[in-house]
């Protein structure tokens, strides 16, 4: 087995008839913030649990740590699954404490460290509070302390962001930039695509079981070409001119809001340079602003989805969303 | 194995720690301190003033009626139960064989009951009696009492007429056939005319009852009465009556220690008395660990724990944890069986070595049904779906009841011997034989304790493959045959 925090290799799993994850083959590096992504169902958590031995592959090899499966490194791995797994009658920092003794660490010391880590999440007033009385996102945090007390090699964590408010949220993407400056690794997976760009250094998607992008955040944005530009023209009356540009496919006026400032999104049909379009629309057209669109990863996930044909997405809303997207952020 | 202890020892907390596991515990002995307390509040009778109406044709029965509701009379039944009731508590704690203090004190307690209430039965009740005369309106009678009022207290003025009782003069001189004559020429087949009683509908009915026992036991003194053999004896009813009482005596066993009060009834009772603390503890504790399991897993904390430990600790521990509280509820309820048959000086009746048997025997027991409770657990996503698969567990412990009797009365029956060899089984069978009156040859104990181990243990290797399968399976529940394909499977 390779050095690398994860390797699998031709993964597959079903669940009775239905195919979970097929052929899947991922090398994750030591020491990298790896971002998973996929649509609801695309076997993102089978995934996660077959890489923490709690499910077995078919078919297939899965390597962890350089060991044959998690659970020969189980102490050296962090996991914070996608459901709460809480129990509602016990406090907070005997619940904690309790997690940290099953992973190995002493009485004391995990004590301290639940005190600590309590504390430094903001929930030190709530430690003796039951579980249950936390709001979601408090529990998520807690949920969180649990996956990383034993301060692992490897961290897991399955949507780690729902739930939370954007405090927490940036409170989160710390803690998160924290463990991986302390050269842990550290593999997420979320539909939180703003959260995923800013942290990821690989990305990896899968749909419908099937792996469909693996590679860094820049490799993978480049093999999208950019086909968008957004213009803005100093009269909001002229933009209707745009499509009789050479070159234009579709206008379109995004959200209300751009469209009362004159801020359209041209698109650019295949046989065109993108460039060469933009210097037309200047030649005719008095422009304040225009730009070539950058490609986010909610822009290559949607892509994806529609070129794999969308499963069980409907290919109207995948074209709605598509268009308005420069203006949600965050989860879709 | 110090990570299944943890989870042993915070599932033992978990449980023990809660109100609810208390409450459990002290609801039995409290449920008893109620019901005897709210019986004896329960007033006798109601407080009913009222005439009972006595139409007497044999012109004897009517006197002895009236003497029997006045104020003498009832005072005198009174004396006479109480002496009744001791004698019957004196023939039943012979059958259980009670120290002396607890006798005297339960001959003070019927004593004081007596004194508390000195017309004992039918106390609140002011019932007197009026006689007709032979000749009177029958039906107007029994008209007046269907639609009499009955009336708590006397509020002046004549009580209403609540009963009417017609006693025929054959009731007293009965009709002897002369042809039935058996033995000697006096001792003939009597035939008796039956007497009649009405009452309003509304009459209580223990009252109902005191009236028709009063009006019986005055018709059978008017016999004695009117019978001359009797007068010429001098021989009086209430004489009679004292010539007619059976005696007990206390039954007392010979053992080389001497002679002791024979344990009698008590004797059946020890094998069920361990079959039922052994049945309790294995089945509350493996259900605790059922439904901590169906918790667990629709909480999602499972995915958590298996992140830190293997699925086999986890059952493990889990199993060890319970088995904790199940061996804590075995000490409590045998324990306290054990200080009463050490209060009434009968502790011999359970040596030593029994205990540790049961001990035995419990932690097999206890092995075998949390491992299947645990797989059942494991394989569910909630406490409806368990119920189906539950009930082949459910027969196993039900089964032992069957055999109680058999068993316990012949420890050593073929069947017996058969019945301790049955997986699954026999560590009840077991418990019920040692508990039974002969001893039991030596080497059934480790034997049975044999083939019990290994059901522990073949029931703990089959439950931990449909733990690990089940415990993260969600969706539709298993039925038997999956949970089989299961074992197979793994």
């Known amino acids: ?332 | 194995m110090k990570r299944t202890m943890q989870i042993a020892s915070r599932e033992f907390l978990s449980v023990v720690l809660t109100r609810a596991f208390l409450i459990g515990i002290l609801i039995v002995p409290i449920m008893m301190a109620v019901v005897v307390i709210a019986i004896s509040l329960v007033p006798k009778s109601p407080a009913v003033s009222g005439r009972i109406v006595v139409l007497d044709q044999s012109g004897l029965v009517g006197v002895l009626v009236e003497q029997r509701f006045s104020d003498e009379g009832v005072r005198e039944e009174a004396e006479a139960d109480g002496r009744k009731v001791k004698a019957m508590m004196k023939d039943a704690m012979s059958q259980v064989a009670v120290p002396e203090a607890t006798r005297t004190m339960v001959d003070k307690q019927i004593e004081e009951a007596r004194k508390a209430s000195p017309a004992g039965k039918g106390s609140g009740a002011r019932l007197s009696v009026e006689l007709l005369k032979p000749d009177a309106d029958i039906e107007k009678v029994k008209d007046e009492i269907r639609v009499s009022q009955i009336r708590a207290g006397s509020d002046g003025g004549t009580p209403a007429r609540l009963a009417l009782v017609i006693i025929p003069e054959g009731a007293v001189r009965g009709a002897s056939d002369p042809s039935e004559v058996r033995g000697e020429s006096d001792v003939r087949v009597m035939t008796w005319e039956p007497h009649e009683v009405f009452v309003n509908p509304q009459l209580d009915f223990e009252l109902q009852t005191t009236i028709n026992r009063r009006v019986g036991e005055a018709i059978v003194d008017a016999r004695v009465a009117s019978d001359p053999r009797f007068q010429n004896l001098g021989l009086s009813p209430a004489r009679l009556r004292e010539l007619m009482h059976r005696p007990s005596a206390e039954v007392k066993s010979l053992t080389r220690e001497g002679e002791k009060q024979s344990a009698g009834a008590l004797q059946i009772l020890v094998p069920v008395a361990f079959m039922i603390l052994l049945m309790m503890s294995v089945m509350s504790g493996g259900q605790y660990l059922m439904t901590a399991l169906i918790e667990e897993k629709s909480n999602r904390v499972m995915e958590v724990l298996l992140s830190a430990v293997s699925p086999m600790q986890l059952m493990l521990g889990k199993i060890l944890g319970m088995m904790g509280v199940a061996l804590l509820l075995l000490a409590i309820f045998g324990g306290l069986g054990m200080a009463g048959l050490v209060a009434f000086a009968l502790a011999d009746l359970v040596p030593l070595f029994k205990l540790v048997w049961l001990g035995v025997f419990f932690i097999f027991a206890f092995f075998t049904i949390a491992s299947l409770m645990a797989a059942i657990g494991a394989a569910v996503n909630e406490m409806r779906e368990a119920q189906t698969l539950l009930s082949p567990v459910m027969m196993m412990v039900m089964v032992p009841w069957f055999l109680w009797l058999p068993i316990s009365r012949a420890p050593n029956s073929t069947f017996a011997t058969v019945m301790s060899f049955v997986p699954a089984l026999n560590p009840f069978v077991m418990v019920i034989r040692m508990g039974g009156s002969e001893p039991i040859p030596a080497w059934h104990y480790p034997a049975a304790a044999g083939v019990a181990m290994l059901t522990a243990m073949a029931a703990a290797w089959a439950s931990a493959k449909v733990f690990r399968v089940g415990v993260l399976m969600y969706g539709k529940p298993p039925n038997l045959s999956t949970l089989i394909r299961w074992v197979r499977m793994a």
């Open chain 1, 1 to 332: 087995m390779s050095d690398a925090a994860v390797v699998m290799k031709g993964v597959r799993k079903t669940f009775g008839d239905k195919v979970a994850v097929d052929d899947l083959n991922l090398v994750v590096p030591r020491g990298v913030v790896c971002g998973f992504i996929g649509p609801n169902g695309a076997g993102k958590t089978t995934t996660i649990r077959m890489i923490m031995s709690i499910l077995f592959p078919d078919q297939g090899e899965i390597g962890v740590l350089g060991k044959r499966s998690a659970m020969e490194s189980r102490d050296l791995i962090g996991y914070l699954p996608e459901e709460r797994g809480l129990y509602r009658k016990m406090k907070v920092a005997v619940f904690l404490g309790y997690i940290a003794r099953l992973k190995g660490l002493d009485g004391g010391p995990a004590d301290a460290k639940v005190k600590q880590w309590l504390e430094r999440v903001s929930l030190g007033d709530s430690a003796r509070k039951k579980c249950e009385e936390l709001s979601k996102g408090m529990q998520q945090k807690v949920q969180f302390i649990a996956s990383v007390i034993h301060e692992p090699e490897l961290i897991i964590l399955d949507e780690v962001f729902s739930g939370l408010d954007p405090v927490n949220r940036r409170l989160m993407r710390e803690l998160i930039e924290e463990q991986h400056g302390a050269g842990r690794t550290i593999i997420f997976s979320t539909h939180a695509m703003f959260e995923a760009e800013q942290l990821c250094e690989q990305v990896f998607m899968i749909h419908n079981g099937r792996k469909m992008l693996d590679g860094s955040l820049r490799e993978i944005t480049a093999q999208f070409n950019p086909r968008s530009l957004i213009v803005e023209t100093m009269n909001p009356d002229d933009a209707p001119q745009l499509s009789s540009v050479p070159g234009v496919a579709r206008v379109s006026t995004g959200s209300q809001r751009g469209a009362s400032l004159g801020v359209v999104e041209v698109s650019v049909d295949e046989a065109s340079q993108p460039a060469r379009v933009m210097s037309e629309i200047v030649n005719r057209i008095d422009v304040r602003r225009i730009e070539i669109k950058r490609v986010t990863l909610e822009d290559v996930f949607l892509e994806v989805v529609r070129r794999a044909g969308g499963g069980d997405i409907d290919p109207a809303l995948l074209a709605r969303s598509s268009s308005g997207s420069s203006e949600s952020g965050g989860e879709s």
